[in-house]
Each structure stands twice: as C-alpha cells, then as structure tokens.
C-alpha cells in the first residue's frame, strides 16, 4: 500500500528552527508538495520537490531525496503565526496526491 | 482569499434531510476535487472532476453525489449521511489534472456535523 509518515506534532520556540520529517512509499514518484494549514483554514502551497535536494524559499526550505524516501520542510526564525499544520503529499504514478495525516506544529514564546 | 470559495462554511444536518455543498473556483482551473478531512487523518480523495468530466471517484458511497455543471463550479449532493460522515470537507482546484508542478488550490472546507 501507499503510505506517507509524519509527526504528529512538533513544538517549537519562537526565532529557532524547526525542521519536519515526512518519509512515503509510494507506487512511484511525480513530486513533493507541502501545505501549510491554520486551523479552520484552507491548506496553502508552501513548495514543491521533484528532484533531489533543497529549494529554498524565504524562511521556509524544504529538502528532497528520492531513493531515501525522504524528505524536510525546514522552518527558521520561526513566528508565532508559523503556528500550524503541516502536510506532506507526494504525486504517484498516476498523478494522484497521495497525504500524510500533517504535523502539528506549536510555536511557544 | 485562495480563489476556491465554498459554501455554506458550517452544515449541522440529521440524518434523514438532503443537502449540497457548493465550491466556486475563480482562478481559471480545469480540474476540481472533493476531499473529507478528518482529525488527525490525512485527506482522502473523493472525486476529481477534469474539464467537467469525472475521472475519479474513490469508493465513495452513494450517499454522496457530485455535479459539476461547468470548469468553475463543483457541487456535493448529501442525502441520508451517517455520523461517521462528520468531517471537513474540502474543495480543491488545479490548472490540470496533475502533470508538473502546478499546485492544488483549496477552500476554506465546510464543516460538517451530521446529528
């Protein structure tokens, strides 16, 4: 079966990093994407992989290795409203999104 | 404002009544999604719509009907719903139906409580 792993829920404190673990096996590989949802919120694009290594957006990075099954969303100088869920999917072969069940991320003071 | 708006954002409905969910997309996307969230699941597919036409439906019961009457609109049809049925429910759209890197847009979900 299809599977993408994630935690459940990380905490982190405000100005540090925090980086999120998503690891899939999937039946095939299309890409990597990662949402960001605030609660009672829609999912938003953060960023998408689709060949191996880091792309780096602003604050947020995120980390790819295709024959590792593995990837990271790295999150620096992190803000109080970085406070959310975030969600890891990955494209299969046939082009569907297969989603991790998110990561729980709470920014203390 | 993701350009996916749906309605009605709350829906507490019994069992017994019908009712639809609406999503209205402004971004000029071919293809449109329903998706149930649940907490601490992660988001299961129900249907996708591409140029109007439906390509999938993941053993969805019957109790769930979906219209998509042109590229822009999405309806979910809800009759005589369970209480496992209780979720969020999400709308989705896309530039195509998944090739390269376009990204999927979602709505703000309605939140459904099923008495």
């Known amino acids: 079966g299809q599977n993408i792993d994630q935690p459940t829920e990380m905490t982190a404190t405000e100005g540090a990093i925090v980086q999120i673990n998503c690891t899939y096996q999937?039946?095939?590989?299309?890409?990597l994407f990662w949402y960001q949802q605030h609660a009672g919120e829609a999912p938003t694009f953060l960023s998408y992989?689709?060949l191996d290594g880091l792309e780096e957006k602003g604050r947020f990075s995120s980390f790819l290795s295709r024959s590792k099954g593995y990837s990271y969303l790295l999150l620096k100088e992190l803000q109080m409203k970085d406070s959310a869920s975030y969600l890891c999917?990955?494209?299969?072969?046939?082009?569907?999104?297969?989603w991790g069940a998110g990561t729980k991320l709470i920014i203390k003071p | 404002e993701t350009g996916v708006t749906q309605t009605p954002r709350h829906l507490v409905m019994g069992m017994t009544n019908k009712k639809s969910l609406k999503c209205e997309q402004h971004?000029?996307?071919?293809?449109m999604y329903w998706y149930k969230q649940s907490a601490k699941k992660p988001l299961e597919l129900m249907f996708v719509?591409?140029?109007?036409?439906?390509?999938e439906n993941n053993s969805v019961p019957s109790r769930f009907s979906p219209e998509c009457p042109n590229s822009s609109h999405l309806f979910l049809h809800l009759h005589t719903l369970q209480p496992e049925d209780s979720a969020l429910y999400l709308c989705?759209?896309?530039?195509?139906?998944?090739?390269?890197?376009?990204?999927?847009?979602f709505g703000d979900g309605t939140r459904l409580s099923i008495l």
């Open positions: 989705a759209s896309s530039q195509d139906r998944g090739t390269g890197h376009q990204p999927q847009h």
């Open positions: 971004l000029g996307h071919n293809a």
């Open positions: 719509y591409n140029f109007k036409e439906q390509t």
């Open positions: 999937t039946s095939g590989f299309n890409g």
């Open positions: 992989n689709v």
């Open positions: 999917a990955v494209r299969d072969s046939n082009y569907q999104l297969i």
